[in-house]
Antibody
Framework: EVQMMESGGGLVQPGGSLTLSCEAS????????MHWVRQAPGKGLVWVSR????????AYADFVKGRFTISRDNAKNTLFLQLNSLRAEDTAVYYC?????????????????????WGQGTMVTVSS | QSVLTQPPSASGTPGQRVTISCSGG????????VNWYQQFPGTAPKLLIY???QRPSGVPDRFSGSKSGTSASLAISGLQSEDEADYYC???????????FGGGTKLTVL
């Protein structure tokens, strides 16, 4: 069965830390870019971070730069997100998502930002 | 405040054709392809359309996408009750160096 399973969410106090994990099974992982996307309660989707297939070129949304760190272990088909200095506004469901490769012939450019496989999400609640 | 702008709601009756718009700017939709996602309450999103108008395997051809300039649209023809969901557009943003999403459109099938 093709699936990605997040874990590590929970209740944490402001200023605290958490590490989220996303374990992939039944699908190609090591050659794919991977992303984290979050969704605050009742709100829309927001991209958080991405990492390329070999663990290089991590990138972050401005609102998490310097606080969150993305990494991966291809031998274990697992993606991670280290969350530090957490704030109330970080409260959300965090999804891992696989970045599908596609080529846009009109722009002569390759993309990895279509999220073709998603985990079920893990809830992070930041509250005192 | 989302970078891409979508109407918060849309509706239609079974069998109708409905469209959902997505407006952006030169750094995102204007220079990069658009992807669309469908999300049911309490579940993870699902990729519906990628690269403006391409359907992943398994997505019915009732769903179609288009793009013109800095705007894009998702069309659903032959509307069915099971299409009632939230729909999000997304595109890479060159200024932000990451993907940006619309705020989402809640589709109601009357």
């Amino acid at each position: 069965e093709v699936q990605m399973m997040e874990s590590g969410g929970g209740l944490v106090q402001p200023g605290g830390s958490l590490t989220l994990s996303c374990e992939a099974s039944g699908l190609t992982f090591s050659s794919k870019w991977m992303h984290w996307v979050r969704q605050a309660p009742g709100k829309g989707l927001v991209w958080v971070s991405r990492i390329n297939s070999d663990g290089g070129s991590p990138a972050y949304a401005d609102f998490v730069k310097g606080r969150f760190t993305i990494s991966r272990d291809n031998a274990k088909n697992t993606l991670f997100l280290q969350l530090n200095s957490l704030r109330a506004e970080d409260t959300a469901v965090y999804y891992c998502a696989r970045g599908m490769y596609y080529y846009d012939s009109s722009a002569y450019t390759s993309y990895y930002d279509a999220f073709d496989v998603w985990g079920q999400g893990t809830m992070v609640t930041v509250s005192s | 405040q989302s970078v891409l702008t979508q109407p918060p709601s849309a509706s239609g009756t079974p069998g109708q054709r409905v469209t959902i718009s997505c407006s952006g700017g030169s750094s995102n939709i204007g220079s990069n392809p658009v992807n669309w996602y469908q999300q049911f309450p309490g579940t993870a999103p699902k990729l519906l359309i990628y690269s403006n108008n391409q359907r992943p395997s398994g997505v019915p051809d009732r769903f179609s996408g288009s793009k013109s300039g800095t705007s894009a649209s998702l069309a659903i023809s032959g509307l069915q009750s099971e299409d009632e969901a939230d729909y999000y557009c997304a595109a890479w943003d060159d200024s932000l160096s990451g993907p940006v999403f619309g705020g989402g459109t809640k589709l109601t099938v009357l």
